[in-house]
Nanobody, 115 residues
Framework: QVQLVESGGGLVQAGGSLRLSCAAS????????MGWYRQAPGKNRELVAT???????NYADSVKGRFTISRDNAKNTVYLQMNSLKPEDTAVYYC?????????WGQGTQVTVSS
């Protein structure tokens, strides 16, 4: 059974940093795409960043220049380094990985940025 397990969320002051991790298990091949979504209270889930197995990255405009997505293919793990955090970054962050029409999601990790 494929699982995505996230870690690294928490409470941080504005301007601070956090690093999220998402490890895939139960699968022996690489996901072509892995990435992160987030959902703030009362808002729709939005794409934050993606990373392909070929090394291409994509970011939401709101996080460009502050967040960096990276990937360890040997570990089938994707990371999200979040710097210069703002209160509006407060959300539950979800790791995701699509494969052959199925989208796998992590359980979510809370990120709270205080002003």
């Amino acid at each position: 059974q494929v699982q995505l397990v996230e870690s690294g969320g928490g409470l941080v002051q504005a301007g601070g940093s956090l690093r999220l991790s998402c490890a895939a298990s139960g699968i022996t091949v690489l996901f072509n795409v892995m990435g992160w979504y987030r959902q703030a209270p009362g808002k729709n889930r939005e794409l934050v960043a993606t990373y392909t197995s070929g090394g291409s990255t994509n970011y939401a405009d709101s996080v460009k220049g502050r967040f960096t997505i990276s990937r360890d293919n040997a570990k089938n793990t994707v990371y999200l380094q979040m710097n210069s955090l703002k209160p509006e970054d407060t959300a539950v962050y979800y790791c995701y990985a699509p494969r052959f029409g199925t989208v796998y999601w992590g359980q979510g990790t809370q990120v709270t940025v205080s002003s």
